[in-house]
């Protein structure tokens, strides 16, 4: 997806995206090493977005806030820390969330940072999550509800930030999510992907609710990583083509586990 970008903006073969795999203990030495060797940043992904937003020595109000970094770049020898997980998300959704009633499902990373994005962004958020205990204490942080028995119906815009429907021995069943609970005057966005449509959105698209897939939400959060390095605008339906493209034997993923 970076890549087909960069070849469409002309910028390669300057510039060029690669995956690099580096094991915790390695990370910041990893990171450190980079700007000597010709990167202008990164993308960060699961389980080095903390450490990410650790090294860097200047961080953007989403990066700090969120707690995690998704995007690093590499300014006039400074280490700077990005997240455009909540902004992928907003780019994502169509309409302005303000004023809606948002049910966020789960209350690991991808659920924080889509918490921090809506509620930022003017949405009465509530937070439901297996253990209640996370629920509330994500809540409390960030200025949002936590609910046990949501009632899923009731809202704008349900998310899905579990990673149920990633895991073939959990089913949605596990999800307050009931025949009834999914309409057409709801946007349903499921942040699990993979080389199909996941369940959750079938379901959704059944039941004429408006639906968001993860890839769409990785599409954008990818767009505006590139925008911060390169300072152009992201060809949108080059790395819409390319990520729908890509990875025949993908196994799922979740948005920021790429
Ligand atoms: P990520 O960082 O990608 O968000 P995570 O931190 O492992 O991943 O979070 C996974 C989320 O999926 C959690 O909210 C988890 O619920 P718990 O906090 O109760 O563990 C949720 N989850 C995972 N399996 C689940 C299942 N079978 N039913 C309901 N929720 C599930």
Do not use: C
């Amino acid at each position: 997806m970076q890549n087909a970008a960069l070849r469409e903006l002309g910028l390669a073969p300057e510039w060029s995206y690669e995956a690099i795999d580096v094991a915790p203990e390695r990370f910041e030495e990893r990171v450190r090493a980079m700007p000597e060797e010709g990167f202008v940043g990164a993308n960060v992904t699961v389980p080095h977005k903390p450490a990410a937003l650790a090294v860097a020595e200047v961080a953007s109000p989403a990066a700090r806030e969120i707690g995690a970094a998704n995007t690093l770049s590499f300014r006039d020898g400074h280490l700077v820390a990005e997240n455009t997980d909540a902004e992928g998300l907003l780019a994502a959704l169509a309409g302005a969330p303000a004023g809606k009633r948002a049910l966020i499902l789960g209350a690991g990373g991808a659920a924080r940072a889509a918490v921090w994005g809506l509620v930022r962004a003017g949405a009465d958020v509530a937070i439901w999550n297996r253990t209640e205990e996370k629920a509330a204490k994500l809540a409390r942080e960030l200025g949002a509800s936590a609910t046990q028995q949501a009632d899923a119906a009731g809202f704008d815009l349900i998310v899905n930030a579990t990673t149920v429907g990633l895991d073939p021995e959990a089913s949605l069943d596990s999800l307050p999510l009931d025949a009834q609970a999914i309409h057409e005057r709801q946007t349903v966005v499921d942040l699990a992907y993979g080389p199909s449509e996941t369940e959750l959105a079938r379901r959704a698209r059944t039941h004429g609710a408006r639906v968001v897939d993860g890839l769409e939400v990785l599409v954008r959060q990818g767009a505006a990583s590139l925008r911060i390095w390169t300072e152009a605008e992201p060809p949108l339906d080059v790395m819409r083509r390319a990520a729908h493209e890509g990875g025949p034997a993908e196994p799922p993923a979740l948005n920021d586990r790429t």
